[in-house]
């Protein structure tokens, strides 16, 4: 099944075209991932499915139904979640208390409930921590429960996020850069952590600039240069195709690249 | 579970035995007009803080609720007869639906642009009470009826005292439960990202217009509390200066902190009474007590000290 379908999706910034006429087309139960030059439009990617931005032009699908200009909360209610690049933590609030707040669509009762802590309050918050604990302890972070979240290394925040967005039960997950700003050891634990969610029948729609990775885990890739789909396919089509290594030479220069791609 | 439950309501148990305790310290009846007011505009704080400290929405036009709240324990049993508990009611419903009709439009707006536009329609309360003066007795206001519970005639300052304390003890709880319920962690996600909150499925929008709906009844009836304990009511009830009295109770005692609610309001409702002694400094003495407060407990009194005892602890 196609769980996300996108149509000529295109939208601009003043003269920018940030994304520009971008079609996917992404199966469910695998990891596809989304790679790209600095600014080529991943991220407006992410926030264009996401409900954040409106698209000026093009449609989007979600498991085949029409998506297009629904609010990111009404998408999150039909199980899409995401994590977001430069971190959006609730820092008030403890590291259990984050992940307990993915599970909103979960919870059924109404302010009177709340106010008055009827017995289905309780009962509902008793079944909130539970999945919360179990979702914290997907990502490594059970013994961290009770801290504030703000106090927190920024790889568990990375983690964290990841968890929170577990914790809606989403059948579509986006992640855009998890292992940014992450050490090697961090890089496996989330590599094993994307594999366990795939394996929970999720798809996850992976934005990353850690080739190693990206290259290990992915069915498919598809490469964004200045908002447009520069190609598309397996990880070894991908690596193989001299436009897209010609696409990073310009950003990161010869070096890096070979060890990107080989 | 029975020590969540326990620790949730904890504050409002320690403000219960406040109240009761409080009497036997007094040395003379005026003692209770200064508790009951203080437990007044701690009503209207708590209210206040849920939206501001809790959900992260400013409002400096929240006196507007205390003048909805305030004049319909006047118009209510003057013009219609009705009962004066039954107006507290009927002011906290429609301060409820003035807030919803408000607050759909200027909820959208963020930070200082919220500001001038809760500025604005306190501003426009306080106009109205002034200009409508065959329903409000204008710029000189009322005299408001006595509250009568059954055949009970409430006058006293004692009577008031007990009447605002176990109202607030009544609101604490349904502020602390709130809190830990799914609509408070929502409402405390929207504070620190919305963006985040929204991908979660929380409907941003819809959460904010309850708070401040929720928030405004508090401010009503705490403004209805005021007009009946007082015996007049006058449109500066609905004034900009009391508006900001309130935010600034909310900051002293502590954004976010129910507790910081009773301690903010009960420190500007006291100082200015110890500080009468001082004459024409007292406004100043007052201004300058509150600067210093704010330097050296910069996130309100009660999360400044709580965070100074966790300090100490370790
Ligand atoms: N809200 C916005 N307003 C104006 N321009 C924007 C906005 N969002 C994105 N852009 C522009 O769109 C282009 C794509 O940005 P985007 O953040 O999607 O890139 P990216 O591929 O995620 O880059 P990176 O790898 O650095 O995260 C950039 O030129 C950026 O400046
Ligand atoms: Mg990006």
């Known amino acids: 099944m196609i769980i996300l379908q996108t149509d000529q999706l295109s939208i601009a910034f003043g003269g920018v075209r940030a994304i520009d006429g971008v079609n996917l087309a992404i199966e469910s139960g695998q990891v596809y991932s989304i790679i790209g030059p600095n600014g080529s439009g991943k991220t407006t990617l992410f926030n264009l499915v996401s409900g954040i931005y409106t698209p000026d032009d093009g449609s989007i699908r979600l498991a085949g139904e029409a998506v297009t200009g629904l609010a990111p909360d009404q998408l999150a209610r039909r199980g899409l979640s995401r994590t977001f690049q430069n971190l959006q933590i609730f820092s008030r609030m403890s590291v259990l208390e984050n992940v307990m707040v993915g599970r909103h669509r979960h919870e059924r009762t109404g302010i009177f409930a709340d106010l008055f802590h009827w017995p289905s309050v309780a009962r509902q918050n008793q079944a909130t921590v539970e999945a919360a604990r179990a979702a914290l302890a997907r990502v490594d972070l059970a013994d961290s429960a009770s801290r504030p979240a703000g106090s927190l290394a920024y790889g568990a925040l990375k983690r964290l996020e990841i968890a929170r967005a577990l914790a809606s039960e989403p059948t579509l997950l986006l992640l855009d850069e998890p292992a940014a700003g992450c050490n090697p050891v961090e890089t496996e634990e989330i590599d094993g952590v994307i594999r366990s969610i795939v394996k929970d029948g999720i798809t996850v729609v992976l934005v990353e600039h850690d080739m190693r990775l990206v290259m290990n885990i992915s069915s498919r890739i598809h490469v964004l240069a200045s908002g447009r789909t520069l190609t598309e396919g397996t990880p070894e089509q991908v690596r193989s195709n001299v436009a897209v290594v010609q696409a990073y030479l310009g950003i990161h220069g010869s070096q890096e690249s070979n060890r990107a791609f080989h | 579970m029975r020590t969540l439950l326990e620790t949730r309501l904890l504050p409002a148990i ?301």
Request: with cysteine; glycine share 12%.
């Open chain 2, 14 to 314: 320690v403000v219960a035995v406040i109240v009761v305790i409080l009497p036997y310290f007094f040395p003379s009846a005026y003692y209770f007009r200064v508790g009951a007011l203080v437990f007044i505009f701690a009503l209207a704080v708590v209210g206040l803080n849920l939206l501001m400290g809790f959900a992260g929405q400013v409002s400096l036009g929240h006196a507007g609720f205390l003048g909805i709240g305030a004049y319909s324990v006047v118009i209510g049993p003057v013009y219609f007869g009705l009962p004066s508990w039954l107006c507290v009611f009927v002011g906290a419903t429609v301060s409820g639906a003035v807030a919803f009709l408000v607050g759909r439009p200027i909820l959208r707006l963020k930070g200082h642009y919220l500001a001038v536009a809760t500025l604005g329609f306190g501003l426009l309360v306080a106009i109205v009470l002034t200009n409508e003066a065959g329903w409000t007795g204008g710029p000189d206001g009322m005299s408001v009826p006595r509250l009568a519970l059954f055949n009970w005639q409430v006058r006293g300052s004692d009577s008031w005292y007990w009447i605002a304390g176990a109202t607030l003890v009544g609101g604490f709880v349904l502020a602390l439960n709130l809190m830990e319920s799914p609509t408070g962690r929502a409402l405390q996600a929207i504070h620190d990202s919305e963006i985040a909150a929204l991908v979660l499925g929380i409907d941003v929008a819809r959460k904010k217009l309850t708070i401040f709906v929720i928030s405004a009844m508090y401010a009503s009836v705490a403004g209805s509390y005021l007009a009946l304990f007082n015996g007049h009511v006058t449109p500066d009830i609905a004034g900009f200066l009391r508006s900001i009295e309130l935010v600034a109770m909310v900051v002293l005692g502590g954004m976010g902190s129910i507790v910081g609610s009773l301690v903010g309001a009960a420190v500007l409702v006291v100082l200015p009474q110890a500080l009468t002694i001082f004459h024409e400094y007292e406004q100043a003495l007052l201004g300058f007590i509150l600067m210093v407060f704010m330097i050296f407990l910069r996130r309100g009194i009660v999360p400044s000290v709580a965070a100074t005892f966790a300090g100490r602890r370790k």
